[in-house]
């Protein structure tokens, strides 16, 4: 293993998962090989921390979890190690507008995904809208978009937001989801002068918002700290716009293969697509010391 890593974070979707959200075989045995070998391997995602471990269930790994775009940082046996919440009045202004606007929507909460009950039927809607208005957009691909929303672990339904008042329930990220383009560029402009807010995207056809202190990368240094690790030390992997902020603090940053030329060109090398393995190629490329 090149001396200088001893910390990788890898984003989930796009990264470490291929397109049937599994960790393929390449992956894994390169991640347990890097944990044998002393590196702290750390997982930093939009998704919730019990979605993950669902996702790990049957892989045997365990990890340091970076969850809600940053918003919870949960320890590798599962506890809680520190969480960010969005200011609760906040969030439910936030909801009230969404719901106004009809956007599907969900927001994390510390042990579900809450969404209203008639969000998969407008999101259906905005499917057949946005389809017979253009032939050019393959319905297959909306299909499988939300189909892997809605693959998610942990959902809970309500009927409008107002279910949420005087829960005390702490919430850490809220995802707005949209196939309507100016829909979602509406939505995007709508907050993107809140202050105490930091909104990202990690997909096509949404947008993120959680607590100003709460990103990838604030994350990603907070860890490094509690671990003794200098940041210089620590290699990050992602392929969108919501990794970004780990991928600038990161000592070694790689794009996937599959991410946008943005973000390609915002990392130091750039590696295969998460369907050729691409994290297992990082890796390797660490412990064998060459360079993509
Ligand atoms: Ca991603």
């Known amino acids: ?5 001893k910390l990788i974070a890898l984003d989930l979707d796009g990264t470490l998962l291929n397109e ?10 390169a ?13 930093a995602t939009g998704r919730a921390h019990f979605d993950v471990q669902s996702i790990f269930k049957d892989t045997g790994l365990q990890t340091w979890i970076i969850g809600a775009n940053g918003a919870t940082i949960h320890q590798p046996n599962g506890e809680l190690f520190q969480s960010v919440p969005i200011n609760r009045n906040e969030a439910l202004n936030i909801l009230g507008w ?42 297959e691909q909306l299909k499988h978009a939300a189909e892997k929303q809605y693959s998610q672990t942990g ?28 829909k979602l560029k509406r939505g995007k402009a709508h907050f993107k002068g809140t202050t105490d807010l930091t909104i990202v995207s990690s997909a096509k056809h949404n947008f993120e918002l959680e607590h100003q202190n709460a990103s990838k990368g604030i994350a990603l240094n907070i860890l490094a700290s ?8 620590t290699a990050a992997v992602g392929d969108s716009y919501n990794d970004l902020s780990m991928l600038r603090v ?5 794009a996937m293969g599959n991410a946008p030329d943005e973000i390609k060109k915002s990392c130091h090398e750039v590696t ?7 994290v297992a190629h990082f890796i390797n490329s660490l412990i064998h010391g060459t360079k993509i």
């Open 1 to 5: 293993m090149s001396k200088m890593v």
């Open 20 to 29: 049937d959200n599994y960790i393929s075989d390449k992956n894994l045995d």
């Open 31 to 43: 991640i347990k090989f890097a944990q044998t070998n002393g590196v702290e391997v750390v997982v």
């Open 98 to 139: 969404l719901e106004q606007e009809g956007f599907y929507y969900e927001v994390f909460s510390n042990d579900s995904i809450i969404t209203p009950q008639n969000g998969r039927e407008l999101l259906a809607i905005e499917m057949d809208r946005v389809t017979s208005g253009n032939p050019d957009v393959s319905i």
């Open 155 to 182: 959902f809970s339904f309500i009927h409008s937001s107002k279910d949420l008042t005087g829960t005390g329930m702490d919430f850490y990220n809220i995802l707005a989801f949209s196939f309507d383009e100016d």
């Open 226 to 233: 509690k671990l003794n690790i200098d940041l210089k030390d």
């Open 250 to 254: 990161a000592g070694r940053s790689a």
């Open 272 to 278: 295969l697509p998460n369907v050729e393995d691409g």
